[in-house]
């Protein structure tokens, strides 16, 4: 059955590994017991967006947003990572809010609609995660960017549809599933990789704003 093994938090920023003057970054998370309030976007209030409460975002240019409002990577894909890198992975050691079990992640359609818990939360799946220097920084891992671009296992971002709680143990329900065949594993391979499946990612209603751009930029007028 799908549900959520452990549930992560930065509650206390860290000093960004990558950057050349002191920034937070909010990569370092650690799991918690306790129920999560998963916020719906709305007007920003005290700088807060959608996302988990007391989640800390760094850099909020390329990170957070409601796009990206929850990061989730399956414990499977961790327990792979451990055999190939040699090392343990804690959940919440690739920067993931939720790690996941029983759930297809990387096959997960851009629009899946997950239906987490019995507390109201309701996500919808809509970008795959893109790394970056921080993440390969914070793992001390040479040429990390590239072995995990070319794995093709990055975790899927979720918006928030309806707001509510999550807590390790809730179960996932796919409570929708889009008419296309649009994955987290296609737009990756599109954007990292292989630009002729630019194309496909047109069907896809629900991909990212950032992402829709992207393709809109890189198609030809009579294709976007």
């Known amino acids: 059955m799908a549900r959520v093994l452990s549930v992560n938090l930065s509650a206390c920023a860290r000093t960004n590994p990558d950057a050349k003057a002191p920034k937070p970054t909010g990569i370092d998370k650690a799991s918690t017991t306790q129920a999560v309030l998963v916020r719906a976007p709305g007007p920003m209030r005290e700088g807060l967006g959608s996302g988990l409460v007391g989640d800390t975002i760094g850099n909020q240019k390329l990170h957070g947003g409601d796009d990206q409002a929850v990061y989730a990577y399956a414990r499977e894909d961790l327990d792979e990572w451990e055999g190939r890198l040699s090392r343990p992975l804690a959940n919440g050691m690739f920067g993931e809010n939720l790690t996941t079990t029983g759930i297809d992640v990387t096959g997960a ?10 507390a109201g939360l309701l996500l919808e799946v809509s970008a795959p995660r893109t790394p970056c220097r921080t993440f390969a920084k914070f793992l001390d891992i040479d040429g990390w960017i590239k072995t995990f671009t070319e794995a093709g296992k990055p975790g899927a971002y979720l918006r928030v549809i309806s707001p509510g709680t999550v807590r390790a143990g809730d179960m996932i329900d796919i409570e929708h599933r889009p008419d296309h065949d649009v994955t987290i594993n296609l ?38």
Do not use: C, H
């Open 109 to 118: 359609r851009i629009g899946d609609r997950w239906r987490v818990g019995t």
């Open 187 to 224: 737009v990756y391979r599109a954007k990292m990789s292989d630009p002729s499946l630019l194309p496909q990612l047109l069907a896809a209603d629900a991909l990212s704003a950032e992402l829709k751009a992207y393709v809109s930029k890189r198609l030809p007028a009579d294709q976007g």
